[in-house]
């Protein structure tokens, strides 16, 4: 049975990592490790010789190498949903702290203590009208960003009878579904902002959402409206914010990424990036990376990858040898390896491919030992990125 050499990042809550069966070993001094577990430390791919698979215990993959990894045949994880309900949960709570002026009633009350007891009563009284606030009933809230936590958020909105409305450049189907009849799909950015009285950011990090929020972007949302950003710090350009706060453009920036230039200012409200920060979101994020990276490691199987298809098959009984073989996308592949294995004489008892347009992804399973001369013909092929043999012990699973 083959060993594999996993490498802890972070703290990974132990309700994921007590999943590990005596084929893993883990460590945080592994040097050459087959797979990675983290949650927000740095990943240089490169940087690991064996590394098959990385795994981040949470939605964003900024901080790792996703095309470096690409390249090098590294299956790139990370855990969808897991943490919805953390920052669903933190994000409703904190437009209703602004709206109805909760931090600045509760800073007030603080004062307080400074009174005689029997002037505090009459103090309350006095001042209260100062933090009167608006309902988010009835107000426009546009979602920017339909997956887990965008759906969750536009239902949320819904069940609190707001007008709500979603905008996703690249729906998935899957989560589009799950909307409620009440939340309106907006066809273009524009529609969905420009009458909102509530943004919420909800997208990933990547190359064409950095700085998305610019000055452009804020001065196509309607005056005075609040923005919120639980996604990733750098997709909003701050000086544009500070620019429309100063001009009354924005009336307030809620924000989970605090920055020098923030903190401190009066129409912002801050906090520690907390959105995932739950023991339920830690103990989810740490079960689902947890299973993923075992999967693939030992069948090849594939779920909730950033850079490869996902593939899932099981292998039969008689199955002993499993070539994993991952190319890029071009036409032709699945010929070639058939071809080179049939010209040995080999077997094929199931053959399964998927593609993202990107990359092409097959698991060959055979009932025989492969030999690695057979290997070598099918990886010196220039379009292959990347090739791997798990064998079985003809044991059932399950």
Not at 156 to 184: C, Q, S, W
Not at 270 to 293: D, F, K
Request: with cysteine; glycine share 8%.
């Amino acid at each position: 049975m083959t060993t594999y050499r996993l490498k802890k990042l972070n703290s990974i809550a132990r309700k994921g990592l007590a999943q590990l069966s005596k084929q893993f070993t883990i460590s945080e001094e592994e040097t050459d490790p087959h797979g990675i577990l983290v949650r927000s430390s740095p990943v240089d791919t490169d940087a690991y010789p064996s590394l098959l698979a990385v795994a981040r215990a949470g939605a964003g993959v900024n901080t790792i190498t996703v095309d470096k990894a690409t390249e090098r045949g590294i299956c790139v994880f990370n855990t969808p949903g897991a943490n919805a309900n953390a920052v669903v949960d933190l994000v409703f709570p904190m437009i209703g702290v602004w709206q109805r002026n909760i931090y600045k009633g509760i800073s007030f009350c603080e004062s307080l203590r400074e009174l005689e007891a029997d002037k505090v009563g009459k103090e309350v009284e006095r001042r209260k009208a100062a933090f009167r606030g608006v309902e988010i009933a009835g107000k426009t809230l546009a979602v920017i960003g339909l997956g887990q936590i965008g759906v969750r958020l536009a239902n949320g909105g819904a069940h609190r009878y707001m007008r709500v409305k979603g905008f996703d450049p690249k729906p998935v189907m899957a989560n589009i579904h799950m909307l409620l009849p009440e939340v309106t799909i907006a066809p273009t950015l524009t529609d969905a902002i420009g009458d909102a009285d509530i943004v919420s950011l909800h997208v990933p990090l990547i190359d064409k959402t950095r700085g998305m929020v610019n000055r452009e972007f804020i001065a196509r949302m309607k005056p005075g409206a609040l923005l919120v950003n639980y996604a990733r710090g750098p997709i909003v350009d701050v000086d544009a914010v500070l620019e429309a706060l100063e001009s009354g453009q924005l009336v307030g920036y809620i924000c989970d990424f605090p920055n020098e230039k923030l903190i401190g200012h009066e129409k912002v409200l801050l906090t520690p990036h907390l959105g995932a920060s739950t023991t339920e979101s830690e103990e989810n994020c740490s079960l689902m990376a947890v299973r993923e990276l075992v999967n693939y490691l030992s069948y090849g199987n594939i779920t909730n990858s950033v850079n490869f298809p996902n593939i899932e098959t099981i292998p039969a009984d008689q199955v002993k040898t499993r070539l994993i073989v991952i190319n890029r996308d071009v036409p032709g592949m699945i010929a070639f390896i058939s071809n080179v294995l049939g010209g040995h004489g080999i077997n094929i008892a199931s053959f399964k491919n998927e593609s993202n347009g990107t990359i092409g992804y097959n698991i060959i399973d055979m009932e025989a030992a492969v030999d690695d001369g057979v290997i070598d013909e099918i990886r010196v092929n220039d379009n292959v990125i990347r090739t791997r043999t798990i064998t079985f012990k003809n044991e059932p699973i399950g």
